[in-house]
Nanobody, 127 residues
Framework: QVQLVESGGGSVQAGGSLRLSCATSGRTSSSNAMGWFRRAPGKERDFVAA????????YYGESVKGRFTISRDNAKNTVYLQMNSLKPEDTAVYYCAARAPWRLGGDLSSPRAYDYWGQGTQVTVSS
């Protein structure tokens, strides 16, 4: 079992930056990939970014490419989402997710690829 705790959300003006953290309760070997998703009020959950442990491959949603960066710190069992050049449309609750180690392949941009989810952290970007 893996428990995920997000932090780092808050309010920022457009053009600003925030860094989200997702701390895992277990070793990173308890998963083989992690992702970030977000849900804005009245909208579907959107894929933001994902990272695979094997090779550190990263993937991004189209709306955040070039502005957001996903990274990991194995020693701290933590995944980060650095968000730069924030826009009001980035306002949402951000969730991190982990894929169980026995699951391989699949589309990491789909919520169905993940087995564990954090509680979410609010990000608000004002214009």
């Amino acid at each position: 079992q893996v428990q995920l705790v997000e932090s780092g959300g808050g309010s920022v003006q457009a053009g600003g930056s925030l860094r989200l953290s997702c701390a895992t309760s277990g070793r990173t070997s308890s998963s083989n990939a992690m992702g970030w998703f977000r849900r804005a009020p009245g909208k579907e959950r959107d894929f933001v970014a994902a990272i695979r442990w094997d090779g550190g491959y990263t993937y991004y949603g189209e709306s955040v490419k070039g502005r957001f960066t996903i990274s990991r710190d194995n020693a701290k069992n933590t995944v980060y989402l650095q968000m730069n050049s924030l826009k009001p449309e980035d306002t949402a609750v951000y969730y991190c997710a982990a894929r169980a180690p026995w699951r391989l392949g699949g589309d990491l941009s789909s919520p169905r690829a993940y087995d564990y989810w954090g509680q979410g952290t609010q990000v608000t970007v004002s214009s």
